[in-house]
T-cell receptor
Framework: DAGVIQSPRHEVTEMGQEVTLRCKPI?????LFWYRQTMMRGLELLIY????????DSGMPEDRFSAKMPNASFSTLKIQPSEPRDSAVYFC??????????????FGQGTRLTVV | AQSVAQPEDQVNVAEGNPLTVKCTYS??????LFWYVQYPNRGLQFLLK??????LVKGSYGFEAEFNKSQTSFHLKKPSALVSDSALYFC????????????FGTGTKLQVIP
């Protein structure tokens, strides 16, 4: 398996524009997580899905953020409109069984988002 | 609430010497503990975990960690450091409670000096 695949690797956009980040989890994994990494706040969980269903989105900072998982092999994180404070590295991770069962998560390489 | 602390922002060690990256945690029950490594411009890579059983856990790339319940610690160790071990290391803890959230530490930058 190629691991968790994220695209794009880098995204530079202007404030106010819509940004869509994409993720392909590892085949067979039933949990998918979106994290954001910044120097100030470290790694933060934004939202996670179980079997394509959003379970907890309490980490999504604002209504400008939304995430979907239309099928087991694809998820998107959308920011609309984007703001400079959204600049961060966004990671997607997938897991078989999830943290609650002690299963580790496998992370993608991340998308570095810069909003100017 | 669960929490994890990595008291050292950076650890420097000479190549060939043993290395230790420290992690302490606070949970209300028995923890699940994880170590991840992050190389520049890369995602987090899983190294090892403690769920239950032997307190000494062996993982990838020659790393190991010891779970110490009395000291609430889970330090990462390696007998002989390589320059290629230089990276950012994260400890993470999950409090047993039925939720899918782990708390990550702030990370420790390991610098192995040739």
């Amino acid at each position: 398996d190629a691991g968790v695949i994220q695209s794009p690797r880098h995204e530079v956009t202007e404030m106010g524009q819509e940004v869509t980040l994409r993720c392909k989890p590892i085949s067979g994994h039933d949990y998918l997580f979106w994290y954001r990494q910044t120097m100030m706040r470290g790694l933060e969980l934004l939202i996670y899905f179980n079997n394509n269903v959003p379970i907890d989105d309490s980490g999504m900072p604002e209504d400008r953020f939304s995430a979907k998982m239309p099928n087991a092999s694809f998820s998107t994180l959308k920011i609309q409109p984007s703001e400079p404070r959204d600049s961060a590295v966004y990671f997607c991770a997938s897991s078989l069984g999830g943290w609650a069962l002690g299963s580790e998560a496998f992370f993608g390489q991340g998308t570095r988002l810069t909003v100017v | 609430a669960q929490s994890v602390a990595q008291p050292e922002d950076q650890v420097n060690v000479a190549e060939g010497n043993p290395l230790t990256v420290k992690c302490t945690y606070s949970v209300s029950g028995n923890p699940y503990l994880f170590w991840y490594v992050q190389y520049p411009n890369r995602g987090l890579q899983f190294l090892l975990k403690y769920i239950t059983g032997d307190n000494l856990v062996k993982g990838s790339y020659g790393f190991e960690a010891e779970f110490n319940k009395s000291q609430t610690s889970f330090h990462l160790k390696k007998p002989s450091a390589l320059v290629s071990d230089s990276a950012l290391y994260f400890c993470a803890v999950r409090d047993i409670g039925g939720y899918q959230k782990v708390t990550f530490g702030t990370g420790t930058k390991l610098q192995v000096i040739p």
